[in-house]
């Protein structure tokens, strides 16, 4: 005779039990035990992994700025910012989910090895939760990558290939900054209706994978709207003086020049195209004109004069009038005296996208932060109605077409927003074949 | 062939600025028996004198335009630069607008000091020492200087453009009787040439046809016979290694508005100029030209699309595999002379 107490209303009990402890997201099962770098104090610390040295070191000013900014906004300070035109409110000013946000940097002087060694310092020596920051697509995969082994989240900054979030994308990394295919997509129809759709193009692409990324993105919306490529050279990354590339243009036929340069390299080779003269030719009976698929403030101050008139994309522009630009703008151009660059919104915006994640999630556990993220819907934070997808992590929102300014008012007043394409137009499927490869695989919490 | 006539002049041009440096680090090799790896800092401090004569003729008190508002929708603050004041709105605006040759008047002694100071300061102390102590010091200092100029101008490259007398570009095409447009190049570009081919000329000519000149050949060729004829020929060792500065100042200057000065720049053309002089042979001021000028053709050569057709990324390493070859047919290089950096 048995001695058991089973009973089938003992075993009906635990078996509801254990359903739904199985049930429960895991990062709630995680919290009871630990993650990577779980706050213990009255303290969480961020950490700020931006390049301090190095050719990017004035964006990577910008963006501390930002975080700096952003951090006193969460704890309370200053005017607020963008938590009083967030369209979530669970954030209150009180820090994150109580406690008062203190905040890490490092440097990742925009090289992959040095990111990944200031990351890897931050999260096992500073205990920092989450990384974020950074101008490069090759430092943010690299990093994404890192934070994904150690179980932190990493909210990338300024990352415009679409690798980031294609091929390379991973379960604990997230990016609000578009990507190049967004801008091939949000350029080619107003290239198409300023410059025609019988056009002949000849790209100059970085040697590197963001250039890669860009001149696909670019080539093939242009080319769907009639356009014809007629040559594709690749510059090496440490190229300076790009003559020996431009001279054969003209001899090409093109009467279209999209140059897929990013940071000292678009300075330099913008600015040799237009020594050249090759924006007062005409080609084809066509006036010669030059492209630049993606912008930013710092490059176009870089370029000086030959910027204007030229097309190009970018995630955001101070001049937008929309709510939350106009906070942000106040708020940053109060503190600093001058207005903020696409790097320091995207970074803020990252920054506050995390403490709010957390705040609804009611954890920093990486998992649960990452299932708050995930599909999360907003607005009111400078680029219009976002969605953070959930199969790869990308922010899909309106992106900007700009063109040089012919009058600058100040050093900063250097491009104009000629349209706001609408999110529909650059949003892509989650297999479309320039992003398809890789996997998010699952979120690690680390310890 | 308006391809080959094209890469010709792009040859030409590059072959300038490496020309100008390695003959500033031959000029000091030659002389000082130094490795000097803060050479391609000069030529970056040399653009930045280009840099500064700007801002100093852009000085400017602020006025509020009250029809025009900034970012913040405040009144706009409007700088008007002093020269406006002193010499009339076009008169300074052409003054500003020529603030890169201008720039040569003001960088010679800028540069001439810096070089003397650098001689006397630092790398004099390391004149017994190991060419590997001298690369290490003078890379150090090379690093240290960059960062100086980081820090007082940013890291993100600054627009300095030639005069609008320069603008725009001259075809060659026409002239040659092809195709208009086909064979066009910047007006700038053949100013900078024509500069390197004074400047050089210049230094040649001041070591051969001045007593100083002599006086210094002569301490190259044989430093103790020298100093024991009663000529203090460090003293004009020093004062060379300041011209050197200065022609690598100037090289500096010129370029400035080919392209964005930057802190990082002269590394940029360091390990370039150096290939040049081991090209053209350690101490051999001719082969530093002469290899200058091959160099930039081939450089140019190998970025031609026809040519990345055959062999993929064959521009990137064009000047190392001409520098092997040349080595390992003519170790001492194209004007290399026997026992220079031998023992």
């Known amino acids: ?447 | 062939m308006d391809a080959i006539v094209l890469q010709i002049l792009n040859g030409l041009d590059k072959g300038s600025a490496y020309a100008l440096i390695a003959l500033g680090l031959t000029l000091i090799f030659g002389t000082l028996g130094v490795v000097n790896f803060a050479h391609g800092a000069l030529f970056m401090i040399g653009a930045f004198c280009a840099v500064t004569l700007s801002r100093i003729l852009n000085w400017s008190y602020t006025v509020i335009d009250e029809s025009q508002t900034d970012f913040l929708g405040n009144p706009l603050k409007v700088d008007v630069p002093y020269v406006h004041d002193w010499f009339g709105v076009q008169t300074g605006d052409t003054i500003i607008d020529w603030a890169v040759p201008l720039s040569i008047i003001f960088s010679i002694p800028v540069m001439i000091a810096i070089g003397v100071i650098m001689e006397r300061g630092l790398i004099k102390h390391f004149y017994k020492r190991p060419h590997a102590d001298q690369i290490l010091v003078t890379f150090g200092l090379a690093i240290v200087l960059q960062e100086i100029i980081k820090y007082y101008y940013g890291a993100n490259p600054i627009p300095t453009p030639a005069p609008e007398a320069f603008a725009g570009s001259y075809d060659f095409g026409a002239m040659l009787g092809f195709d208009a447009n086909t064979i066009i190049y910047p007006y700038w570009r053949l100013v900078y040439f024509a500069f390197a081919a004074v400047i050089i000329g210049a230094v040649f000519a001041f070591l051969q046809f001045t007593t100083f000149g002599m006086v210094v050949r002569a301490g190259m060729a044989d430093r103790e016979t020298v100093g024991l004829l009663g000529i203090n020929i460090d003293k004009r060792f020093t004062i060379m290694f300041g011209i050197a500065a200065a022609v690598a100042g100037l090289a500096g200057v010129m370029y400035a508005p080919i392209n964005s000065p930057n802190y990082h720049m002269g590394m940029d053309f360091l390990v370039l100029s150096f290939v040049v002089v081991v090209v053209g042979g350690m101490g051999s001021l001719p082969g530093a030209v002469l290899a200058g000028f091959l160099l930039g053709i081939l450089e140019s050569f190998a970025s031609m699309s026809i040519v990345l057709e055959f062999i993929p990324g064959i521009n990137q390493i064009i000047i190392y595999l001409v520098a092997i070859i040349i080595l390992l047919t003519r170790p001492r290089g194209l004007m290399g002379r026997k026992g220079v950096m031998e023992d």
Not at chain 1, 54 to 72: F, H, K, N, T
Not at chain 1, 85 to 114: H, R
Not at chain 1, 416 to 433: K, M
């Open chain 1, 1 to 447: 005779m048995s001695n058991s107490n089973l009973t089938r209303r003992g075993l009906l009990k635990t078996g509801a039990i254990a359903g739904a402890g199985l049930a429960v997201p895991t990062y709630l099962s995680a919290d009871g035990h630990a993650y990577t770098n779980a706050p213990q104090g009255a303290t969480v610390t961020l950490g700020f992994n931006v390049p301090q040295s190095g050719p990017y070191a004035d964006e990577g000013a910008d963006e501390l700025r930002a975080y700096e900014l952003a951090v006193e906004h969460l704890n309370g300070g200053g005017d607020g910012g963008l938590l009083n035109t967030f369209s979530s409110k669970a954030l209150k000013g009180n820090g994150i989910l109580g406690k008062k946000v203190e905040y890490v940097t490092g440097d990742t002087q925009t090289k992959s090895d040095a990111a990944r060694a200031s990351a890897k310092s931050m999260i096992e020596k500073d205990g920092a939760v989450m990384i974020t920051g950074g101008s490069s697509s090759g430092v943010a995969v690299a990093v994404q990558a890192l934070c994904q082994e150690a179980g932190v989240i990493f909210m990338a900054g300024l990352t415009h290939s679409n690798d980031t979030t294609g091929k390379d994308k991973r379960a604990n990394g997230f990016r609000h900054f578009f990507n190049s295919y967004m801008s091939g997509a949000a350029l080619a129809p107003v290239l198409a209706a300023n410059y025609g759709t019988d056009r002949k193009a000849y790209h100059l692409t970085a040697d590197y994978n963001w250039g890669y990324t860009t001149e696909e993105a670019v080539r093939s919306s242009t080319e769907a709207l009639g356009w014809e490529t007629v040559n594709a050279v690749k510059t090496p990354l440490t190229q300076t003086d790009f003559s020996s590339y431009i001279a054969p243009v003209l001899q090409s036929g093109a009467d279209v020049l999209v140059l897929n340069h990013y940071g000292g390299n678009m300075v330099n080779s913008l600015t040799n195209a237009v020594q050249f003269g090759l924006r007062d030719k005409l080609v084809n009976d066509k006036n010669f004109e030059i492209v630049v698929p993606l912008y930013s403030r710092l490059m176009a101050k870089g370029a000086g004069a030959n910027v204007k008139g030229i097309f190009g994309s970018t995630n955001w522009h101070w001049s937008l009038t929309d709510e939350g630009s106009k906070a942000f703008v106040k708020s940053f151009g109060t503190k600093y005296g001058f207005p903020p660059s696409q790097a320091a919104h995207t970074c803020y915006v990252q920054a506050l996208l995390y403490a709010d994640a957390c705040e609804r999630a009611g954890t920093f556990n990486p998992c649960g932060v990452g299932e708050a993220l995930e599909g999360f819907e907003f607005d009111g934070m400078g680029n219009g109605k976002t969605l953070y997808r959930a199969e790869d992590h990308q922010c899909f929102k309106d992106v900007l077409v700009v063109k040089g300014k012919e009058n600058p008012t100040s050093e900063f007043d250097l491009l104009e927003v000629v349209e706001v394409t609408p999110v529909e137009q650059v949003t892509y499927a989650p297999d479309h074949p320039q992003v398809a490869g890789g996997s998010l695989g699952t979120c690690n919490p680390g310890a």
